[in-house]
């Protein structure tokens, strides 16, 4: 036993060493950045499909197919790619080697959870962008998850939990975005107007996130009571779901913002989050 525990310290040893390294301070950097060009870029397809462009695809799929469209964008989406493995390695890091800034022990099993999971999104990113970069697709994934599982046993429970638990993962996000709980994880800019904007664009932006996944995860719980897998088609189905209600453009135009300035705000989060 004491053997084990001594290896899980070396390890995690390790991984606090290869993460205080500035290359790989630099491509978290990079990575954490790419993020928010990704939602920019979201933001902007949004806001086609809000002005009556159904065709475009509201997702990150949409925003690296965006990209890839010229030869410089190809490039760049290999940077994002990337920033985007540098990042879940160093959530997978965080997740095994902990937070020495956290107050209690619960903060600190929490937030080992939550960069456990943002790893397991930065990696789909990763993957989403390479396949992209080398001219491939990955479309419809969440239907096809959705419509496989509801084929199961009990299937349509399972995709309803699925369905609530993102919706509250919605919620969360969203509360920690109105209570700016973001700030603990950076070193602030010691310039008020500076501050002030990091701070404002971080709880706008998170708040709109937050919206946006509970957007989702009440689509999957449609998608398993209607025994209809079409519904839970993520990102892109939620938004266009949204443009399609009654004043949906306007709500659209306003979600679209508050992306927008999650992506801004990620900028800020390049430079000062503690990495």
């Keep these: 036993m004491a053997d084990v525990s001594s290896a899980a310290s070396d390890a995690a040893g390790t991984v606090r060493q290869a993460a205080r390294s500035t290359p790989a301070k630099v491509a978290v950097r990079v990575g954490i ?49 990337i920033g985007f493995a540098a990042v879940a390695l160093w959530r997978a890091g965080e997740a095994a080697a902990g937070f020495s800034y956290r107050s209690s022990r619960k903060e600190e099993i929490f937030s080992r959870v939550a960069s456990g999971a943002k790893a397991v999104i930065f990696a789909a990113l990763t993957v989403l962008a390479v396949r992209t970069a080398l001219g491939g697709s990955s479309g419809g994934g969440g239907q096809q998850a959705a419509a496989g599982v509801l084929g199961w046993p ?86 266009k779901t949204l443009a399609g209600q009654p004043f949906g453009p306007v709500l659209l135009v306003v979600v679209a913002l508050g992306l927008a300035a999650f992506g801004v705000f990620c900028a800020f989060d390049a430079r000062y989050h503690r990495v």
């Design 33 to 81: 950045l790419a993020y928010g060009v990704t939602h920019l870029l979201i933001a902007w397809l949004a806001l086609q499909v809000a002005f009556g462009d159904q065709g475009q695809r509201t997702d990150q799929q949409g925003a690296f197919q965006t990209l890839a469209q010229g030869g410089a964008g190809r490039v760049l989406l290999w940077v994002l790619a």
């Design 154 to 239: 009990g299937g349509q429970w399972i995709v309803g939990l699925a369905g609530v638990v993102i919706v509250v993962v919605g919620v969360v996000t969203a509360k920690h975005g109105w209570e700016k709980t973001f700030t603990e994880d950076m070193t602030l800019p010691l310039d008020a107007h500076a501050r002030q904007v990091a701070v404002r664009t971080g709880q706008i932006g998170t708040i709109a996130k937050g919206a946006v996944i509970a957007l989702v995860g009440v689509l999957v719980v449609v998608a398993a009571v209607r025994f209809d897998p079409n519904q839970a088609n993520g990102l892109d189905s939620a938004l």
